[in-house]
């Protein structure tokens, strides 16, 4: 049977549920360019990420994707720079609350961001499932990923050579790297895992466009510059 036949033969319900995703993600970042748009144009700024939470707050409750317990989902595993980590009973599917620290004044960075790392990272992707509170009673984003099962961290020569073969340059010794669309921040043997199959996994990464202040915003919004 070819490969277009066995396409047609996955289950309907299967097919249905990745519609859904894609378009809670096309859905929810028309909501905060709405409010962005509305706000540039009543007040002139760009600073409406508290208004765009809301909105998506409002927005999950009305389409039934908000999450009100996630210990349903999965175990607590640990707290990053952004992100609330739960691994699922399963284990085989992370899930991520993201409390858009590194959208600063709005949260379009935030959906550029996963469509960037989907992009760039296909391997390990993040799907936009819902919203919920994080332990901190803060309005997260719910992110789905695949659970790596790994060997290590990977080296910095590792994500180096990686890096560079993809297309990217190291910038200020390797605090980013850009391939001048682009610039990838936070890509240490943290958040990078050689999987048992020997290949490397950028499993928590932050993307921007690059723009030339982009090292100043991250320096301001990160916890590693903020301590």
């Known amino acids: 049977m070819g490969n277009n036949d066995t396409h047609q033969r996955l289950p309907q319900a299967a097919n249905s549920a ?8 096309a859905e929810a970042s028309a909501v905060i360019g709405g409010v ?12 409406c990420k508290g ?3 809301h ?3 409002k927005y999950a409750i009305e389409h039934e994707c908000w999450f009100d317990s ?10 990053g720079s952004e992100n609330e980590v739960y691994i699922s009973h399963d284990r085989r599917t992370v899930y991520k609350l993201n409390d858009f620290r590194y959208s600063d004044d709005n949260l379009q960075p935030f959906f550029e961001r996963i469509n960037a790392h989907n992009l760039y990272f296909p391997e390990c992707a993040y799907d936009l ?15 789905t990923q695949p659970f790596i099962i790994a060997k290590r961290e990977a080296t910095e020569e590792e994500i180096m050579n990686a890096m560079l ?3 990217f340059t190291p910038c200020l010794n390797g605090e980013y790297f850009t391939n001048g669309e682009y610039d990838i921040f936070d890509a240490l043997p943290n958040n990078v895992l050689v999987g048992i ?9 932050i993307i921007y466009r690059s723009e030339k202040d982009n090292f100043e915003t991250y320096q301001s919004l990160s916890p590693r510059y903020n301590r």
């Open 18 to 25: 990745e519609k859904e995703i894609r378009s809670r993600m």
């Open 36 to 47: 962005l748009s509305s706000i540039q144009t009543i007040a002139g700024t760009t600073s």
């Open 51 to 53: 208004v765009q939470i």
């Open 55 to 57: 909105a998506l707050y």
């Open 70 to 79: 996630i210990g349903e989902l999965g175990v607590f595993s640990d707290r």
């Open 129 to 143: 499932i819902g919203f919920a509170y994080n332990q901190k009673g803060d309005v997260c984003a719910l992110l």
């Open 165 to 167: 073969y993809m297309g």
């Open 197 to 205: 199959d020997d290949n490397l996994y950028f499993i928590d990464t």
